[in-house]
């Protein structure tokens, strides 16, 4: 009993790590299946022993509790979960459930696909929207209203044309992303050096609970609506008859829902939507089945964390087990080193896979993979294989531990692992593994502006070995060019008057140029304002890069370890060679009110809206930021402020009001 006892506090706390780090964090830690396997095994013991059953056990909630940074908003109906049904015989012994306890009734089921997205809520008042919330533990969400309505395919306005919406309805839906924009999404957090995400739907949620909408905005999400929560003044009587009139309204719903009448019709569709899983431009997992009436649904009722109506018939995980033969560093384009292993070949879905991902070092150790291994790989859609978890009982002893090593593979240039970090980046600029991003970033429009020198010039360029590093550029005759597949003499001539013309920059240009890790155009510009000089930049000490207002230990690192690369320092060199003259920041004439105050705003201003206000403060020579800290001068309270107020007075940071805001900006124009 005692070892029972210990193994469901070992589940417990397993799956409260795994709710914590999924819908907390957005950085999900084991699959889907395993958490599913889990949590079934914790759902037996505690039916088997009932005394070691608590109202904090993962079998009795949702999810985990929401983050301090949002405003929270109660669900009027709770919004659960559902039981998860692993193969067809399982869904056989829901319906024989559903069946049972409605004797002699005729009952329909409505089957459609499960999204895998992040469940969200949407409240519409008279047509309107008014509050959009997460899951969050079921009971409370989070208020992510300002993030949703970025989102085009949600309506801000219900459409009135064909049937008038209710004075209040709650609509449940799933947001998510199409797996070609997810791909796209991470080339191009690769090319900027930033974290990779996991998969589709860690990147809708990670996208969706953003604090700052703009981010939400920028990200191609979408929307399926799946679920009634509370509707006043409009009567359903089918959730199937709900789904048809939500496109009436201006909702999303999803194309493959279908009307069950039996078992054999609802396996039928399980069957097809499982061969049409890899043709979907969005990730599926598996269908999702309903009781359709409601009054049905009413009389079969709810357990704790899962309503008796419906259930999702979960799809086969696409793992296999197999052995790692070796790990190797990989680099990407970027510079960053990620550990690849190297596994006996093995089929996953129709695919023969080779190679899967380790992502880092810290989920190298988390997992505890070593060479020898033998692992659970899981392959989804286009996504790249990734080992999901060692079997440690097929070790023998001779298993070898992974460390990323601290000179590149391919260069043997110095890696370095920023603080806070998890990914460990070659340093060199010139490492023939990231030479070609690099090149392309030095020659962007914002940094050193060479037109014309596009992708598929950049690609030839490295790959004829006309170009070794970043430096060749101001070294290219109009022959080397003319090498170049469809290369004419006139386009030959306008790149190298391209590279001519980028021979005169500034000096915020470029540093940002040189592609230093977490430095962007703002922190380049603020280099150049405090230094005033490459050779300053150069020789800075940690210290003195720290103490600039705007940068913190994080980029100061990165900034100093990239000038102690010392082929970084000889590259540098040899653009100047190349005749490329880096013209310093004039002083400024005149210190503005504002310079080195940092403002956050909070709630709603009748004067003006939050982004003029910002706008006014940076033209002043402030600075506006969305979060609170003691690095903050004021803060500007409206109507109605968040969280940031309250941040504010724990502090201590001086808390303003829209008139004295006003007042502060007319003192500074006389």
């Known amino acids: 009993m ?36 889990l949590l079934r095994e914790l759902q037996e013991l505690e039916e088997k022993y009932p005394e070691y059953k608590t109202p904090d056990s993962p ?4 999810g985990a509790k929401p983050l301090e940074a949002f405003n929270t908003v109660p669900h009027r109906i709770p919004m659960l ?16 459930r559903v069946e049972r306890n409605l004797p002699g009734e005729e009952v329909e089921f409505v089957c459609e696909p499960k999204i895998d997205g992040l469940a969200i809520e949407l409240v519409y008042e008279n047509g309107i929207l008014v509050t959009g919330s997460t ?32 004075p209040l309805i709650e609509v449940r839906g799933e947001v998510y992303m199409n797996k070609e924009d997810f791909n796209k999404l991470n080339k191009e957090r690769e090319k900027k050096g930033e974290p990779l995400f996991a998969n589709p739907r860690n990147a809708a949620a990670g996208s969706v609970r953003q604090l700052d909408p703009s981010i939400t ?118 510079g960053i080193i990620t550990p690849v292993a190297i596994l006996k070949p093995v089929n996953i879905g129709g695919v023969v896979v080779s190679r899967a991902t380790l992502h880092n070092q810290d989920e190298v150790e988390r997992k505890d993979i070593r060479i020898g291994d033998w692992v659970f790989v899981e392959r989804a859609g286009d996504v790249i294989p990734e080992v999901v978890k060692v079997i440690p009982e097929k070790r023998t002893g001779k298993e070898k531990p992974y460390k990323i090593p601290d000179r590149c593979p391919i260069c043997g240039g110095k890696v370095v692992r920023e603080e806070g970090e998890a990914a460990h980046r070659c340093q060199n600029i010139n490492c023939p593994a990231k030479l070609k991003g690099s090149i392309e970033h030095f020659a962007s429009k914002r940094a050193m502006n060479i037109e014309g020198l596009g992708t598929k010039i950049i690609d030839q360029m490295v790959d004829k070995g006309i170009i070794k590093n970043v430096a060749d550029l101001y070294f290219l005759r109009k022959d080397d060019i003319l090498q170049l597949e469809r290369m004419a003499d006139k386009s030959a001539q306008n790149i190298l008057d391209a590279i001519g013309r980028s021979r005169k920059t500034t000096l915020a240009r470029f ?29 800075a000490s940690m210290e003195e890069l720290e103490n600039i207002e705007g940068i913190g230990p994080i980029v100061a690192r990165s900034i100093y370890n990239f000038f102690q690369e010392d082929s970084n320092v000889a590259t540098i060199e040899k653009i ?15 210190k503005t009110p504002f310079a080195g105050k940092v403002f956050v705003f909070t709630g709603a201003l009748s004067s003006m809206t939050r982004e003029e206000a910002e706008e006014t403060v940076r033209r002043l020579g402030g600075k506006a930021t969305s979060s609170v800290s003691r690095k903050t001068d004021y803060v500007v309270v409206g109507e109605n402020p968040g969280s940031k107020y309250n941040k504010a007075l724990q502090l201590g940071v001086k808390i303003l009001s829209e008139q004295e805001f006003l007042k502060l900006i007319e003192n500074f124009r006389t």
């Open 511 to 539: 540093i940002y140029a040189l592609g230093i890790p977490n430095v962007g155009e703002h922190t380049a510009n603020l280099l150049a304002n405090h230094f005033r000089n490459l050779e300053k930049i150069k020789n």
């Open 59 to 62: 079998t009795q909630r949702v």
């Open 2 to 37: 005692e070892d029972i006892k210990k193994r469901i506090e070992e589940l417990r706390n397993i799956l409260n790590e795994a709710n914590y780090n999924y819908y907390v964090l957005d950085n999900p830690t084991i699959s889907d299946a395993e958490y599913d396997r």
């Open 217 to 334: 905005a920028s990200r191609p999400l979408n929307i399926f609506c799946y679920g009634l929560g509370t509707c006043e003044g409009f009567a359903f009587n089918t959730h199937y008859e709900f789904m048809m009139t939500l496109p009436k309204w201006g909702l999303r719903v999803n194309p493959h829902i279908k009307l069950c009448k039996n078992l054999d019709e609802i396996l039928e569709y399980y069957r097809q939507m499982e061969e049409l899983r890899d043709t979907l431009p969005y990730e599926i997992d598996g269908i999702v089945i309903k009781v359709n009436s409601f009054e049905h649904q009413t009389r079969l009722g709810i357990k704790t964390r899962s309503p008796r109506w419906a259930i999702a018939g979960k799809f086969k995980p696409r793992q296999e087990v197999t052995q790692i033969v070796d790990i190797e560093a990989s680099v990407g384009r970027t």
């Open 576 to 590: 100047l060679q190349g005749g490329v003259v880096v013209e310093e920041p004039e002083e400024e004439k005149r």
């Open 81 to 96: 979960s559902l039981d998860n049904a692993v193969d067809e015989n399982e869904i056989g012994e829901f319906v024989e």
């Open 135 to 166: 899951r969050g533990d079921g009971i409370t969400g989070e208020d992510i209203t300002q993030n949703l309505k970025t989102i085009r395919s949600i309506p801000l306005s219900l459409r009135r044309d064909q049937i008038p919406p209710p």
